[in-house]
Structures are given as structure tokens and as C-alpha cells.
């Protein structure tokens, strides 16, 4: 009978050890239909989506996770784009590492949401972009390729740094834009709400876009003039460290500083 009981409290004690391992490694969740699957460690996220068809949603838990390119329409969901004191608790953000590109095919009545995620290193290549919002991102880099991207939405995201695609149609809210460049083969249409846009040096003029109660601030070396071209709209817009003579000149604006 001790025999028993110590037996018992032996197989206790190992299955404690092994929930305590699993609670600290990263969990990825594949929500299909009715069915969910669920994988750990540092490729949870790839073998979550290699397994994911176009619909399904994949849940990250926090930590860091490899990336893998985007060729499905899936919603991505993870714990959050930064590190966060709750008082009683400390939630650790979900951290997408390496870099990956969007390689969609465009349909338009699919799409693609990722939310709360983090991407703390390399870059995000938009080759093939449709349908895709991204919620509480926070992203290193996004490069700009004539692929296409259309109707991408990015709402309470910060982006370190962003290149223009040739062709895209975006809109922003609340957010925050790093290291802007627009490329001289630019002919995408942006809305821009609520945002602050930080010019990179090698920006040329914007162009077709709508910007209302956004703040515009020059790079260190930025040095165009007129940097928004008469195609574009202005409303209730800043400008600040003004070094180009009259920013809203011309431009179908109204109250703007």
C-alpha cells in the first residue's frame, strides 16, 4: 500500500514537471470549424499554418515565434505588440522573428486579419498584399513591390519603417509611420487618419492620398519642398521642423498649420 502511494506521488510530481514546461514554451492554436489543434515551441506558428486553410484562425500565445511566408487568408491573433504591466500580471507580447512576405493571390472576397503581434526584427515584403488588415502590430519594416496591395488597413499599429509600394491602395488609423519613404514610381492611393508620419530623407512627393488630423515630421536630412503634391488633401493637418517652404501649398487643404 506505501508502495501505492509513493508511485502515486512520484507520477504527480513528473506530470507537474511537464504542465509547468508546457506552460512556458510557446502555443500556437489552430481553430478549424468546430475543430482545434493545438502546437508548441519556436515553429508552432509555421506547423499551425502549413495545417490552416483559407478561413481558419491561428491564436499565438506570447513569446517568440518563427515566421513563414503569407499565402493563405487566415486571421493571425496573438497576446500583444508589447510588453505590458496589468498590475496583478505581466503579459509578454507575441514576437513574430524573421523575415517573410505576403505572396496573395487577389480576392476579393477573402481576407487576411493579424492582430497583436510583434515583428522585432528583418523585414515584412509586400509582394502580394489584398484584403489585409493588421490591429496593434507592431512591425520593423515593410517593403514596397510592384506585386500590389490593395486595400491593406493598419489601425493602432506602429511601423519602424515603411516603403511605398508602386501600386497599392492603404489606409491608416491611429499610427504611427517611421522612416516613410515614397517611391518616385508610386502611384498608390492612401487615407490617412489620426497618424503621425515621420518623412525618411529619401522620400519624393506624395501623391493621391487624403491625410486628416495627421502630424508630419521631416527626417534629419529631409530636404523636399512641397513634399504633397497637388493631388492630395489635406485636412486639419501639422506639419512640424518645417524646412521646406510652404508644405500645404497649393494642395486642396484646409486648416492646416
Not at 514537471?17 to 489552430?30: E, Y
Not at 530636404?223 to 508644405?247: E, K, M, P, V
Request: charged share 15%; with cysteine; glycine share 6%.
Amino acid at each position: 500500500m506505501q508502495v501505492s502511494y509513493i508511485f502515486i506521488f512520484l507520477l504527480l510530481f513528473i506530470l507537474t514537471g511537464v504542465f509547468h514546461i508546457k506552460a512556458q514554451t510557446q502555443i500556437a492554436t489552430l481553430c478549424h470549424n468546430d475543430s482545434v489543434t493545438i502546437y508548441y515551441g519556436a515553429d508552432g506558428f509555421i506547423n499551425a499554418y502549413n495545417d490552416a486553410i483559407d478561413g481558419d484562425v491561428i491564436t499565438l500565445s506570447s513569446g517568440k515565434f518563427n515566421a513563414i511566408t503569407i499565402t493563405k487568408f487566415i486571421t493571425i491573433k496573438g497576446a500583444g505588440m508589447e510588453l505590458l504591466n496589468l498590475g496583478d500580471r505581466i503579459q509578454e507580447p507575441t514576437i513574430l522573428s524573421g523575415a517573410f512576405s505576403f505572396m496573395l493571390t487577389a480576392d476579393s472576397t477573402k481576407t487576411v486579419t493579424m492582430e497583436g503581434i510583434c515583428h522585432e526584427d528583418s523585414y515584412i515584403n509586400m509582394k502580394g498584399i489584398y484584403n489585409t488588415t493588421f490591429i496593434k502590430c507592431s512591425i520593423s519594416e515593410f517593403r514596397g513591390y510592384s506585386g500590389g496591395a490593395e486595400n491593406v488597413n493598419f489601425i493602432h499599429c506602429k511601423i519602424n519603417s515603411f516603403t511605398s509600394p508602386e501600386i497599392a491602395s492603404i489606409y491608416a488609423y491611429n499610427s504611427y509611420f517611421d522612416q516613410f519613404t515614397w517611391s518616385n514610381k508610386t502611384t498608390a492611393n492612401y487615407t490617412f487618419t489620426n497618424c503621425i508620419i515621420n518623412l525618411d530623407w529619401r522620400s519624393s512627393r506624395i501623391k493621391n492620398s487624403y491625410f486628416k488630423s495627421c502630424i508630419f515630421v521631416e527626417g534629419t536630412n529631409y530636404n523636399y519642398t512641397n513634399s504633397l503634391d497637388l493631388t492630395n488633401t489635406a485636412y486639419n493637418c501639422i506639419w512640424q521642423q518645417n524646412s521646406s517652404t510652404g508644405a500645404f501649398s497649393g494642395v486642396n487643404a484646409e486648416r492646416n498649420n
